[in-house]
């Protein structure tokens, strides 16, 4: 019985239900949570959500907490994908670079808000999967590659800003190269077993670091040299 409602409930949603779910989600999460950027707030409004994760998992969508999304990977939670976007402080006319793909998600709300995306995604199943979600839904001005993140994307930088959404121990001092000077990253970082997002700046003379708050992501994958 419990299974025939839960189909029955899938079955029913249209697209207004979608919208509604996600009014909420960004009034009860991200607002009330302290999120003030107007063009992230904005872009959270605008990207459907539901698209980004299995069939299966639509009717969870816009809930308070990170989903499966296969290949031993999540869709982050809303305010953590919120809190990233909005630590970069990014303008309409930025060029961002984001490691790590999943489902796509990520990269879909920044290009609501600058100029041009560029993600790389490991997992080549994850990969073709967003861009396809992308075409299908006229994500223009992301550009999608497949391979190994750590060594960022030569041909497009400098970058203005990047974002890493998956856990290293460290940042790889080649996406640091190909950021520029003024530009942002920010990552999750592990640190004695606990992994905490932190804000590099990158001035004239050095990089400046922030330790902000403890998150949980998957590890940060390479492919074998």
């Known amino acids: 019985m419990v299974f025939f409602t ?31 950027h107007s063009a992230t ?18 009717i969870y969508a816009y809930h308070d907490r990170p989903l499966p999304i296969g290949h031993n990977q999540t869709i982050s939670q809303p305010y953590i ?6 630590m970069l402080n990014l303008k309409s006319s930025d060029k961002v670079l984001e490691i790590g793909t999943g489902s796509g ?59 890493i959404t998956a856990a290293p121990l460290q940042v790889p ?12 990253l920010i990552a999750p970082i592990e640190k004695n077993g606990q992994q905490y997002l932190t804000l590099y700046t990158k001035t004239k003379n050095k990089i400046k670091t922030k330790q902000l708050i403890a998150v949980r992501f998957v590890p940060f994958t390479r492919h074998k040299d």
């Open 6 to 36: 839960f189909i029955l409930t899938l079955q029913l949603l249209s697209s207004q239900d979608y919208i509604s779910m996600r009014t909420e989600m960004v009034e009860e999460q991200i607002i009330k949570r302290g999120i003030t």
């Open 81 to 86: 994908v919120a809190y990233m976007t909005e």
């Open 41 to 58: 707030i904005d872009a959270l409004k605008t990207v459907p959500r539901h698209l980004f994760v299995p069939s299966d998992l639509q």
């Open 105 to 163: 998600y990520q990269a879909a709300v920044l290009s609501k808000i600058v100029k041009e995306v560029y993600t790389i995604e490991i997992v080549p199943q994850l990969g073709k999967q967003a861009e396809t979600t992308f075409k299908n839904n006229n994500y223009t001005n992301i550009g999608c590659r497949i391979g190994d993140g750590y060594h960022g994307w030569e041909e497009h930088h400098p970058f203005d800003a990047i974002i």
């Open 173 to 184: 001092e080649k996406l640091l190269n190909q950021l520029k000077e003024g530009g942002q």
